[in-house]
Nanobody
């Protein structure tokens, strides 16, 4: 099956910016959550941001509040993550995910278990 595909991950210096993009064109007919997660070796996957398409709301985790912004580009069918003022602790593999199952309806889009489609990830490395 076609999976979400991330792009935009690159090495960057502290304080720099990146814009990640996720192609979700295959999931626009029936989806409830579109989210960004990140993971480093030895740690569990961490929720970063999401859009609840049903409610029309967006959220970001506290550690990136004021620095990251999730948005939708309906013309391109993408979900983007604008990342500003990057810090070394932001270094991780970033994953785009979509939730389309009926079980996702009414569930929290911050929970990893809600998502059923995951991209392969894109690496973001922030040098100190």
């Amino acid at each position: 099956q076609v999976r979400p595909v991330e792009s935009g991950g690159e090495p960057v210096q502290t304080g720099g910016s990146l814009r990640l993009s996720c192609d979700v064109s295959e999931y626009t007919r029936s989806d409830y959550c579109r989210g960004w997660f990140r993971q480093t070796p030895g740690r569990e996957r961490e929720w970063v941001a999401n859009i609840d398409t049903g409610l029309g709301n967006s959220y970001t985790t506290d550690s990136v509040m004021g620095r990251f912004l999730i948005s939708r580009d309906n013309a391109k069918n993408t979900v983007d993550l604008q990342m500003d003022d990057l810090k070394p602790e932001d270094t991780a593999t970033y994953y785009c995910a979509a939730a389309t199952t009926t079980s996702a309806r009414g569930a929290s889009c911050t929970r990893e278990s809600v998502y059923n489609f995951w991209g392969p990830g894109t690496q973001v490395t922030v040098s100190s």
